[in-house]
């Protein structure tokens, strides 16, 4: 189960960026303008569509100025509040996404004919790293070596 967590996090590095930007940019345009917008719709107690739609799309051309709104008019409860709720659905999903591109395998990933089965330069104690026949990236069969040089290749043969 490790070698799932492990490729997932590999896999997702630049994505964890990326969400954390996408959440932080929409804690501050969407859940401030709904906030502030929510808030103002219902200081007379009932909800008024008509005034949380004309609040909403003023709010949501200057965030900045709404985050602003939001803590000089009190309107702080109602944005933590919807930020906790956004940041719940949000975790959840990305979640999700980084679980569907965890590694189906211990071996998803790793490339025929590399050198991945071995470990620590391992492979050097047969293979040599700079001369010799050419069996992968970085890897060679030294054609000066004495006793067994015996090579079973397996796979095709491309031409770029």
Do not use: C
Request: proline share 2%.
């Amino acid at each position: 189960m490790n070698y799932k967590i492990e490729g997932a996090l590999k896999r997702n590095r630049k994505n964890f960026i990326i969400f954390a930007i996408l959440w932080v940019i929409i804690a501050i345009v969407v859940v401030a303008s709904y906030a502030y917008s929510s808030h103002t719709a219902s200081i007379d107690g009932k909800f008024n569509i008509q005034v949380f739609l004309q609040t909403f799309a003023t709010s949501i051309t200057n965030p900045f100025a709404t985050m602003g709104k939001i803590f000089t008019e009190g309107a702080i409860e109602t944005y933590f509040s919807t930020l906790l709720v956004v940041t719940i659905f949000y975790s959840i999903f990305f979640f999700i996404g980084i679980f569907r591109s965890a590694p189906k395998n211990e071996y998803t990933d790793i490339e025929h004919g590399s050198s991945d089965w071995s470990q620590r330069g391992e492979q050097y104690q047969i293979l040599d790293r700079k001369k010799g026949i050419i069996l992968a990236e970085n890897n060679y069969l030294p054609v000066d070596k004495r006793g067994n040089v015996n090579v079973l290749v397996v796979g095709r043969i491309r031409f770029w």
